[in-house]
């Protein structure tokens, strides 16, 4: 009897542990991992950079479990609305088009764009001192539109599937420069591939606000939204942005 | 659906048509005329002519053509050397790098169907041609390969179809070929079921035009007669 009973309670214990695993609400992240240092795959397969980290962060601060799914940039949003992930944390800028699609939550940090191009060479970012340029941008971004919209046929425009391919394509000099995110060119510049290059000009569009993307009238956006107050004001984020730029992008 | 997006960007589309259409023609044309002599070498009874086309061969059909197009189109371009080369003009071009690497690709493909074809051939055609004094070289010119033609056009009339969809891959180097435009299209309509069906349904009039073409080409060269013979 006495053994009847413990069993019993240990058969409930794994049932409450069981049906707590099971309630227990896991949410996806959905990102691209081919935007360094925003976010990116290291070397053992994982999903990290300042977008992930934030996501990470917000994640702990709704008391959810997280994990990471990455998709195509140019079928992201598309992928979030087929439900393959819940939110999406992935540099992306917050665009009246995009509104159309999606929901988006309070801006997580705020971007320009900005030429980049060899060393030692003289441009003029305006239309006539661009004219006949070879420019390349990553695909259904912000820079490729930018493009499009305010230089049209005044330059070749190059789209790259992602934008580690424009900046291959820009230091083998099939292309003369690279319009991208301001901190996204700062990461590169930095790197062992960029130390020819450097930033060309002014930045051209200085208040891209980067958000978190939900699907349409998903209540998740008041959350987040929430939870990013929250870490901005605990100073998580303020820890979070120095570990990658000496400035706050915020 | 909404049919008027598709409307709208159609010609965008038709643009995107016109050059996967210059992809397919100029592989499938130039990867034919390098891939005969690829396949007679192939078909050699002496393993030291054999041999140099078949390593080809292995290494091309062993390969994913996407690998292929991206050690071509980033890889080349790393060297200091290549950038520097006399090659560099066409190599630059995304255009011209996927006409290398899909001519280089589908030569591998139909070296094969030569050899399979050449192979086909009854002997007893071969023997009653050298029987009638012809050298090896006329008997390869005059009745193995004609004959190898038509069994072997089959074959290659499905391989071409098979590089129409594989162009479809020359959208990752930047060229803005049916794939590439519709993506791009996407990009700003974010209709991917309305943009990725339009250019579905002109792929699949593609094929059926060059399905088509290889019917009448079968009917001219009187492929099924040649079966009679037997």
């Known amino acids: ?250 | 659906m909404q049919w008027d997006v598709i409307i709208q960007w159609l010609p965008k589309l038709f643009e995107g048509v016109g050059l996967t259409l210059q992809l397919v023609a100029l592989s499938g044309v130039i990867g034919l005329i390098l891939a005969i002599p690829l396949g007679v070498a192939r078909a050699s009874q002496h393993w030291y002519v054999r041999a140099l086309p078949y390593g080809y061969i292995f290494l091309f059909r062993g390969t994913p053509l996407l690998v292929q197009l991206f050690l071509v189109y980033y890889g080349l371009a790393q060297f200091e050397a290549v950038r520097k080369g006399p090659l560099w003009p066409y190599l630059r071009d995304p255009f011209w790098c996927a006409v290398i690497t899909m001519t280089l690709h589908t030569m591998a493909y139909i070296a094969e169907i030569v050899r399979g074809a050449i192979q086909a051939v009854p002997a007893g055609e071969i023997e009653a041609a050298r029987a009638l004094g012809m050298s090896k070289w006329q008997t390869m010119l005059f009745i193995t390969l004609p004959r190898a033609a038509r069994i072997g056009l089959p074959a290659y009339s499905n391989e071409v179809i098979l590089m129409l969809k594989a162009s479809a891959l020359a959208s990752t180097i930047t060229l803005l070929d049916l794939t590439g435009m519709a993506r791009t299209i996407i990009a700003r309509t974010y209709l991917p079921v309305e943009i990725f069906f339009a250019a579905g349904m002109l792929y699949l009039l593609i094929s059926y035009g060059l399905v088509l073409c290889f019917k009448l080409l079968e009917k001219w060269l009187r492929v099924d007669t040649g079966q009679l013979g037997r």
């Open chain 1, 1 to 250: 009897m006495k053994h009847c009973k413990k069993f019993l309670l240990a058969l409930a214990a794994a049932f409450a542990l069981f049906t707590q695993a099971a309630f227990a609400e896991k949410l996806r992240i959905g990102s691209e991992g081919a935007y360094p240092p925003f976010n990116l795959i290291d070397a053992s397969g994982k999903v990290v950079g300042f977008d992930l980290d934030i996501a990470h962060a917000l994640c702990a601060k709704m008391k959810v479990e997280c994990e990471v799914v990455t998709s195509d940039w140019d079928g992201i949003i598309p992928a979030l609305n087929a439900k393959k992930f819940d939110f999406i944390v992935a540099s992306m800028s917050i665009t009246d088009e995009r509104k159309k699609a999606v929901d988006f939550t309070d801006p997580y940090y705020t971007n320009k764009l900005q030429f980049i191009g060899p060393k030692g060479t003289e441009v003029k970012v305006d239309k006539a001192g661009l004219k006949g340029k070879v420019v390349g941008a990553q695909r259904a971004t912000i820079a490729g539109e930018w493009l499009e919209k305010n230089l049209g046929s005044a330059v070749d425009l190059k789209l790259y599937d992602t934008q580690e391919n424009a900046y291959l394509d820009l230091s083998s000099g099939r292309i003369d420069l690279v319009l991208a995110d301001v901190f996204v060119n700062w990461g590169w510049l930095k790197s062992d591939a960029g130390k020819e290059f450097e930033f060309k000009g002014e930045p051209v569009f200085d208040n891209d606000k980067i958000g978190i993307a939900v699907r349409k009238n998903d209540p998740l956006r008041e959350r987040l939204n929430a939870a990013l107050k929250a870490i901005i004001e605990d100073g998580t984020y303020k820890k979070i942005n120095d570990q990658y730029f000496p400035f706050s992008i915020l």
